[in-house]
């Protein structure tokens, strides 16, 4: 309203020529107020840049929430091995923006492969690697149904996985973390490679039995 009230003055109380220098004035001031504004509504509706890799800062131009983030980051498993397949799922409410990496505690480079992206999803290179990360493809809804694959490195230390989750543009969390898994030892793997057909008829055989114990319970 302010300007609505500069541009009615000037125009009905100016001469021609000073009318026209005090509009270039006026263009420029809005200029200059819309500017910080631009890059204040700039979102990235197709997915995180990739300067977002190493601080997971998604450029939306607002604050993250502080308060804690309503999301968990669950794993399907507690140890790992090189090539192995390890599924991560971002439990909580709804969201249409994410970042998501895995690292190793105190270094921010982007470990690991993620396998092919879930829809509305899609790879961003990070740390020089064409697969380092996933984001948002789009602004589709994903949910708890969303399930993300990754591939582990040959590291031999522990790793986490990190991410930055958006509801919507203005209120997002960042650095949300999962617990550790880490690299199975080899004890670990000389014991599930000789009892895997074991554990698979054993586990069936235990739910059976709790079935059972049940049953004869009610």
Not at 8 to 19: D, E, G, I, K, N
Not at 57 to 65: A, K, L, M
Not at 96 to 109: C, I
Request: charged share 15%; proline share 9%.
């Amino acid at each position: 309203m302010a300007y609505l009230k500069e541009i009615y003055r000037f125009l009905f109380s100016s001469s021609p020529l000073s009318l026209l220098s005090q509009m270039d004035a006026l263009w420029f001031q809005l200029f200059v107020l819309l500017v910080p504004c631009l890059g204040w509504v700039e979102a990235h509706p197709n997915g995180a840049p990739k300067e977002a890799c190493e601080d997971m800062t998604p450029r939306h131009g607002v604050q993250p929430q502080t308060s804690p983030p309503p999301y968990t980051l669950l794993t399907n498993t507690r140890v790992y091995t090189p090539g192995s397949l390890v599924t991560v799922t971002i439990v909580g409410p709804d969201y249409r923006g994410v970042l998501l990496e895995a690292r190793a505690p105190g270094d921010p480079t982007a470990l690991g492969t993620w396998q092919l992206p879930p829809p509305d999803t899609r790879f961003l290179e990070c740390s020089g690697n064409p697969q380092g990360a996933i984001t948002h493809s789009n602004t589709n809804i994903k949910g708890n149904s969303t399930l993300f694959s990754w591939m582990a490195p040959d590291t031999p230390g522990p790793i986490y996985f990190m991410a930055t989750v958006a509801q919507e543009r203005t209120v997002y969390w960042l650095h949300i973390r999962s617990s550790a898994i880490f690299r199975a030892k080899a004890a670990d793997l000389g014991l599930a490679s000789g009892s895997e057909g074991v554990n698979s008829g054993g586990t069936l055989l235990f739910t059976a039995l709790c079935w059972l114990l049940c049953k004869t319970l009610i």
